[in-house]
């Protein structure tokens, strides 16, 4: 972040993290966005942008 000059670092995977990822991750101020959140993130933006029939 500190190179980029960035506001804020994500990291986004499909999978999941390690521990030792986690611990760095909060270490360094940086989001991790994993499997879980991914999919939730999904399923919200999903229902936000699929037309309502009725």
């Keep these: 972040m ?8 994500w990291v986004v ?7 030792n990822a986690v611990e760095l991750a909060k270490q360094s101020n940086v ?4 499997r ?7 399923l919200q933006i999903q229902s936000q942008t699929t037309p309502k029939h009725g």
């Design 36 to 42: 879980a959140e991914l999919g939730k993130l999904i």
């Design 13 to 19: 995977t499909t999978g999941n993290y390690t521990p």
């Design 2 to 9: 500190a190179y980029y000059r960035c506001h804020s670092a």
């Design 31 to 34: 989001q991790l966005l994993g």
